[in-house]
C-alpha cells in the first residue's frame, strides 16, 4: 500500500501534501527556545494586507523591540522584498526578526504576544502561523501546501511523534484562520477516507 500512496490529494481549491496527514509534529518551546524566529537568511513571508496590520501595531509593540530592531525599522519599514521577490519581514543582522523578543530563555513573537494580551488585534503573518507547512501559489487561485523539514524542529518532531500528534490536527487554528472552518472539515474528511483506506 506504502508504493501506491499519493504525493497530493485535492482538497478543496487546495493541493495538499500527503506528508501533512503522515508525518507527526508538536512544538517543544522548551526544547528548542524559539530558535525559529533567528534562524535563517530571511524573514517570514507576508501579504500586502498583513503589512497594513503590522504597521498598525507596531506602535504597540515598539518598547519590546530591541534597539537594533527599532533601527532596522527606522531605516526600511517592517517588510523589504528579498532576493527571490517576497515580501517579506524585515530582519536584524541578516537572520533575526525584528518582531523577536527574548523572555525566560525563549524567543517569542512580540506581535502574538501583544495579541494573546489583548493589545492588539493581528497576532503573527500566517505563514510563521501555519509552519511548518508552507504555502505555494500555483496561479488561477489554487495553492499547494507543503511539509517542511528544519533541523531546528527536530524536537518538535521527536515530540509529535511521541504524542501521535499529525501535522494538520497541530496546525488547525491556523489552518482554519487561513482556509476556513468549512474547508478544515474538508481535510479532516480527507484525513478520515485516508486512514479507512490504510494509507496514513
Known sequence: ME????????????????????EKFCCDLDACHGECCVEGDAGAPVTIDEVAAIEDAVETVWPGLTASAQAVIDRQGVAYTDEEGDLVTSIVGGKDCVFTCHEGGCCFCALE???????????????????????????????????????????????????????????????????????YSMLEEAADELKRMGMI
Request: net charge positive.
Open 113 to 183: 504576544k501583544a495579541y494573546r494580551e489583548g493589545s492588539i488585534k493581528f497576532c503573527k503573518p500566517i505563514s510563521c502561523a501555519l509552519y511548518p507547512i508552507r504555502e505555494v501559489a500555483l496561479g488561477n487561485g489554487t495553492v499547494g501546501l507543503n511539509y517542511h523539514q528544519w533541523d531546528v524542529c527536530r524536537a518538535a518532531m521527536a515530540k509529535g511523534r511521541e504524542t501521535g500528534m499529525p501535522v494538520y490536527r497541530f496546525l488547525k487554528e491556523p489552518l482554519i484562520r487561513r482556509f476556513g472552518a468549512g474547508w
Open 3 to 22: 508504493d501506491r500512496l499519493p504525493s497530493i490529494i485535492e482538497v478543496g481549491d487546495v493541493l495538499v501534501s500527503i506528508d501533512i496527514f503522515r
